[in-house]
C-alpha cells in the first residue's frame, strides 16, 4: 500500500521560511518522479514543484528563486524548502508521487503566511 505523509507546515510570518517533507513508502521511490502541489481555500489545486527520478527540477513561475525542491532517495523523502514566504503561498500542500503513470497523493499539511 502506497503512503505519502507531508509535514513541516505552520503558521509563519511574511518573509519567512518553512521547510516541508513527505516521506513515502510502498513505491519504488528512486523510480519515482516526486512533486509539491497547492490548494488554496476556493482555487483548484496548483502544480508548485516536480523533482524528476533523474534528478531534474521544475518550478512554477511564482515560487522559483524561493522555493527549492530536493530528494533524499535513501529516506524516501522528498523536501521542499520555502524561502520569502508571502499571504499568497497560503495553502494546503500536497505531495504526488510518479511511479510510471501510477499517481499517489499524501494527504495534505497547511500553509499559512498571514498579511
Known amino acids: 500500500q502506497v503512503q505519502l505523509v507531508e509535514s513541516g507546515g505552520g503558521l509563519v510570518q511574511p518573509g519567512g521560511s518553512l521547510n516541508l517533507s513527505c516521506a513515502a513508502s510502498?513505491?519504488?521511490?528512486?523510480?519515482?518522479?516526486m512533486g509539491w502541489y497547492r490548494q488554496a481555500p476556493g482555487k483548484q489545486r496548483e502544480f508548485v514543484a516536480i523533482?524528476?527520478?533523474?534528478?531534474?527540477?521544475n518550478y512554477r513561475d511564482s515560487v522559483k528563486g524561493r522555493f527549492t525542491i530536493s530528494r533524499d532517495n535513501y529516506k524516501n523523502t522528498v523536501y521542499l524548502q520555502m524561502n520569502s514566504l508571502k499571504p499568497e503561498d497560503t495553502a494546503v500542500y500536497y505531495c504526488?508521487?510518479?511511479?510510471?503513470?501510477?499517481?499517489?497523493w499524501g494527504q495534505g499539511t497547511q500553509v499559512t503566511v498571514p498579511s
Open positions: 510502498g513505491i519504488i521511490f528512486s523510480s519515482s518522479d
Open positions: 504526488q508521487a510518479n511511479y510510471f503513470g501510477y499517481v499517489y
Open positions: 523533482i524528476a527520478s533523474g534528478g531534474s527540477t
